[in-house]
């Protein structure tokens, strides 16, 4: 398994694992017209400070995350999702993939990640507070966090200075 930066060549099954999570695992009302991101990731994320980052096995994409750019240096993380079949702290792809979004936050000398998530993603929770996010209320996002409908958790880390 290897993580790489977003390429083209990627963004079918990039598209086919978020949309699969999301309606077959946490039956959510939404398809990938609802997320036009998805269907321009290198414009949407490859900008500013801000990337994303596949996780590929067997020429598979088995997980995502990425590093949206939302200014003052700060970054959401936004798209982090990992297949059935690779998840697990001993398949260790959820902890590579948020390693490497640690690491260029601190390679761009970004201040905070943010991120939200709905309720819904118990384990998710337990995972980001395992890796130094804190649970903040929506009114101490920045005024450029880019909320989902389907947000009601919402979390910050503070990059290393």
């Not at 096995?57 to 990425?66: A, H, L, M, P, Y």
């Not at 990640?113 to 395992?130: N, V």
Request: charged share 25%; glycine share 6%; with cysteine.
């Amino acid at each position: 398994m290897i993580i790489e930066a977003y390429k083209d060549e990627y963004q079918d099954g990039i598209i086919q694992l978020i949309v699969g999570i999301q309606r077959s695992e946490f039956n959510l009302d939404i398809t990938a017209d609802d997320q036009p991101d998805l269907m321009n990731i290198h414009n949407f994320y490859v900008t500013g400070k801000g990337n994303f980052w596949v996780a590929v096995d067997n020429d598979q994409v088995v997980g995502t995350i990425s590093l949206l750019d939302i200014g003052d240096d700060t970054v959401a993380l936004r798209k982090m999702f990992v297949a059935e079949s690779h998840r697990g702290k001993d398949k260790g792809v959820a902890n590579q993939l948020l390693t490497t979004a640690f690491d260029w936050a601190e390679a761009n000398q970004l201040k905070a990640i943010y991120l939200g998530t709905t309720s819904k993603f118990l384990a998710a929770h337990r995972f980001y507070e395992k890796n130094g996010f804190s649970e903040i209320m929506k009114s101490a996002l920045p005024e450029r966090f880019p909320m989902m409908a389907v947000d009601t958790k919402f979390y910050k880390r503070e990059c290393s200075e």
